[in-house]
């Protein structure tokens, strides 16, 4: 599998999915509760039990828009509010945000810098060989970038393959895979924005990616040319092309996280509550997890 640079914004989605990238990590101060943090943090002890004491946790985030960014001095996104909520239920009310390179985000959870990571990341096997998840909290989906007024009717990819036109992937995408087993002529673009600005100008016909990634990209241009259709999830020979992400823990620290799944199954499970926390994201339903998901399927390669 490749590397890809990650982003503070739209080009930054596809690692989270499938590749990891080089460390860093930079704090930042997050309103709300959400405040920077040093890497003081320690693996010693009982984790949920040190958090709860001290109403605080320390968590490192990703800065990837819609999951988890910095906007001006906030780190916010879809992860944080979900994560947030279930340490709030856990009496931990605030959040000591480090936002990390994607690549930084394991390593920086085992050597201590952090007690758990929020950043909506794929449950994979080789992952779980390191970390522990939590219940699923995210369903990755794939949608469509059109020119306004979708002109040729695209809805997904097998649209796309009938119509016989031009694609625009991010290089490294999972969509660029998809559009090679179905035949369908794609252009790799570096960015997400570079993807937008290859259908507005006309130069393809459809832009595919992460459909949480798309929709939060419209709402923040709301006057660009372009129109997004609903999300989907690809089925190739067959199968649903499914990726669940999830929050993330050190493996020593189980009561942490049979703490946390408690809590979060109650989100992950209430649409009306779900929704109430990711919809200025982009997310929708279809986002949500399929109830039967488990974290144990992922990781054990019976999903994904």
């Keep these: 599998m490749g590397k890809k640079s990650q982003l503070d914004g739209f080009g930054a989605d ?8 080089g460390a860093g990590v930079v ?15 320690t693996t010693s002890g009982d984790t949920l039990k040190k958090a709860q004491d001290a109403g605080k946790i320390t968590v490192g985030y990703a800065g990837e828009r819609p999951h988890s960014f910095k906007d001006g001095d906030k780190v916010t996104g879809a992860a944080i509010a979900i994560d947030g909520a279930a340490y709030k239920e856990l009496g931990i009310d605030q959040l000591d945000g480090v936002l990390v390179d994607f690549g930084g985000l394991i390593p920086g959870l085992k050597a201590g810098r952090f007690d758990a990571v929020s950043a909506d990341m794929s449950i994979l096997p080789k992952r779980c060989q390191e970390v522990a998840f939590s219940t699923p909290t995210f369903r990755y989906t794939t949608a469509l970038m059109t020119p306004a007024g979708n002109p040729l009717g695209l809805m997904n990819l097998d649209d796309a393959q009938a119509a016989g036109v031009t694609v625009a992937v991010m290089a490294g995408a999972l969509e660029g895979s998809y559009c090679e087993k179905l035949g369908i002529n794609s252009v790799a673009v570096d960015t997400a924005q570079d993807g937008m600005d290859a259908v507005a100008s006309g130069r393809v016909d459809a832009f595919a990616l992460t459909g949480v990634t798309l929709h939060y990209m419209k709402k923040q241009q709301p006057d660009a040319p372009v129109d997004v259709m609903p999300s989907f999830v690809q089925v190739l020979d067959g199968v649903p092309q499914v990726s669940g992400g999830a929050a993330t823990f050190r493996t020593e620290d189980t009561s942490l996280v049979d703490a946390f799944n408690e809590k979060v199954r109650g989100i992950v499970t209430d649409k009306d509550r779900y929704l109430s926390l990711v919809s200025e994201f982009g997310f929708s339903e279809t986002e949500m997890p399929d109830p039967s998901w488990t974290t144990e399927k992922f990781c054990n390669g019976e999903l994904g």
Excluded: E, K
Aim: charged share 15%.
């Design 14 to 21: 596809v690692s989270r999915r499938r590749f990891l990238v």
């Design 27 to 41: 704090s930042v101060l997050a309103a709300t509760g959400f405040a920077s943090a040093g890497c003081s943090s």
